[in-house]
């Protein structure tokens, strides 16, 4: 069973800056297309970052974090980094880490980010 765990998030003021990692048992992750979501209370979840399997390695953002997020993963600790920059209040939310593998989709528990003003 494919298991991913997030951890990062937390409290912090509008402008810092915080580095959410996912890694997960029992599988390369950089085999797999991995992707950061996020859902606020509220709304729906949203696709933030796309990181494409090392075959491609090709990066998607979502239009409201271009410049400010960048998605990266680490071969030897087998994880995922998404780096969050500049940091605004609607970046709050919970962040979930999704691996797709097999035409299945896999979903972490959630780390929670928040941002004050």
């Known amino acids: 069973q494919v298991q991913p765990v997030e951890s990062g998030g937390g409290l912090v003021q509008a402008g810092a800056s915080l580095r959410l990692s996912c890694t997960a048992s029992g599988i390369r992750l ?59 209040p609607d970046d709050t939310a919970v962040y979930y880490c999704n691996i797709f593998q097999g035409g299945e989709n896999y979903w972490g528990q959630g780390t929670q980010v928040t941002v004050s003003s």
């Open 30 to 88: 950089f085999l797999n297309t991995v992707s950061w979501y996020r859902q606020a209370p509220g709304k729906q979840r949203e696709l933030v970052a796309t990181i494409a399997d090392s075959s491609i390695t090709t990066t998607n953002f979502a239009d409201s974090v271009k410049g400010r997020f960048t998605i990266s993963r680490d071969i030897l600790k087998n994880t995922v980094y998404l780096q969050m920059n500049n940091l605004k």
